[in-house]
């Protein structure tokens, strides 16, 4: 049965999480090739300056959608910790509490995107060459970002109960119109910036509206009625939880937004070299993403069901799952990233400026997998507060100043730069470390059980 499919309380631990895992990374590969599509297509038919403003565009739009991830986290969790108390008749309040929220939560940043886009373009410092299209590009991502909400509460509502094969089929039908729409506006019809963003949400929409179709043939281990939506307790429930994640969401981003503004300050080349290299990591970050969200559902069913030893059992199976694929993608972003680079854009200079920050970058794809483990463990626990702490303490700490310190140096290197994020990275293990040790004896103390 499907039902027992999606326990993960019983059987074999590596097996249950990767079985959930693979469609979840699946679905991340193809959330990623949106932007590195995007990237791509303006990289061979577009312009350098296109390259550039889609860069900090999407770096604008990643903030948002970022928030939103964090904040739909909490959906994830909530419905996860229900299904394994056994109280399935509390979902359908999550999810039409969802609906009612996310809804105003969408008119609200469509408005600041559509009239904040020029300023906040001048505040990345975008490259004057760069800087319409840029804007063009946050607009018309802000006029659809109705869409890019609606698919990812979808996606978190089905990964809190287990579900993580319908999110990857929602989001590769939306991938496939990208890649399309893409090659239309950009390459046929020459529209650079403004076409890829408008394949951006076109392949957004279409895919929340068939999400919806699929739904409605589903057998759900739940009931929901129209009454359910609409304001109601489990907002507050789900906003707890989430809203941590979505603060360190917004300072992470915010800490990219900077990290953008500092290499911007060097040039149109530089520019386009890291906007090429950032969509290279949002790959190689995507192993750690998919252990991160799935360690939240395993071990929020196993919280619910008074399983804390197999919840700990699984914080070590996804630390030596990630760390052994992480070490090969690793060495390879550090000696070939310029094979990498070149699958976007054929300009040496660029190509040569992105290699350069992934070779600062690329010990993070081990390092992100042990942290994004913790931080995975500790939001199935709901402790969402700390893991929002030791994300400010990475960024405001380390990664910030260290970036913007190499930043200033005569002949700024972008290899330099990239070294900002692993140690930042080290030094979250060793708080997360120090707080699981902690957390571990409280819950032995708090049970009595092991």
């Known amino acids: 049965m499907e039902s027992s499919k999606n326990d993960f309380t019983r059987g074999s631990i590596p097996k249950k999480m990767l079985k959930f895992m693979v469609p979840v990374l699946g679905a991340l590969v193809l959330q990623a090739m949106y932007g590195a599509v995007d990237i791509l297509v303006v990289g061979w038919f577009g312009t350098t300056a296109g390259i550039s403003g889609v860069s900090t565009g999407s770096n604008i739009v990643n903030l948002v959608v970022f928030t939103v991830t964090g904040l739909s986290m909490g959906i994830t969790v909530l419905i996860g910790r229900y299904i394994g108390e056994k109280q399935e008749r509390k979902v359908g309040k999550v999810i039409g509490g969802a609906v009612c929220f996310f809804a105003v939560l969408s008119v609200i940043l469509a408005a600041v995107l559509l009239i904040f886009a020029r300023p906040l373009a001048i505040l ?25 909400i609606a698919y990812n509460v979808i996606s978190s509502i089905f990964r809190g109960m287990g579900n993580s094969r319908l999110p990857l089929i929602f989001l590769a039908i939306a991938c496939a119109v990208n890649i399309v729409g893409d090659l239309f506006f950009v390459a046929v019809l020459h529209m650079n910036v403004a076409g890829a963003a408008l394949a951006t949400v076109l392949a957004q929409a279409v895919s929340v509206v068939l999400s919806l179709v699929i739904i409605r043939r589903q057998k759900l281990p739940f009931t929901m009625t129209l009454k359910d939506i609409g304001i109601n307790p489990e907002i507050w429930n789900f906003v707890k939880v989430g809203s941590p994640i979505a603060f360190q969401e917004i300072l992470t981003q915010l800490s990219f937004l900077a990290l953008c503004a500092f290499i911007n300050r060097l040039g149109l080349e530089a520019s386009s070299g890291y906007g090429v290299a950032n969509k290279i990591v949002s790959f190689i970050m995507l192993l750690p993403s998919a252990l991160m969200q799935t360690m939240s559902a395993f071990v929020a069913q196993n919280v619910g069901a008074g399983r804390e030893d197999r919840a700990r059992k699984a914080l070590f199976t996804g630390i030596g799952i990630g760390c052994a694929i992480g070490i090969f993608i690793g060495v390879f972003a550090f000696f070939r990233g310029d094979l990498m680079a070149y699958i976007f854009t054929g300009d040496p200079a660029v190509i040569r400026r992105a290699a350069q920050y992934l070779r600062g970058f690329a010990p993070e794809a081990v390092v992100t997998a042990v942290s994004f483990s913790f931080i995975g463990y500790f939001n199935g626990h709901s402790q969402t507060m700390f893991v929002m702490f030791q994300g400010l303490c990475q960024t405001f700490l380390v990664r910030l100043p260290m970036s913007y310190f190499m930043s200033i140096q005569e002949n700024a290197s972008l290899a330099w730069i990239g070294t900002a994020a692993p140690l930042a990275t ?24 092991k």
């Open 124 to 148: 990345m410092q975008a490259p004057e060459e760069a800087l319409d299209l840029t804007v063009i590009y946050v607009r018309i991502c802000g006029g659809g970002i109705f869409f890019i």
């Open 426 to 449: 080290v030094f979250g293990i060793v708080l997360n470390t120090v707080y699981f040790i902690w957390y571990h004896r409280c819950v032995i103390c708090r049970t009595g059980r």
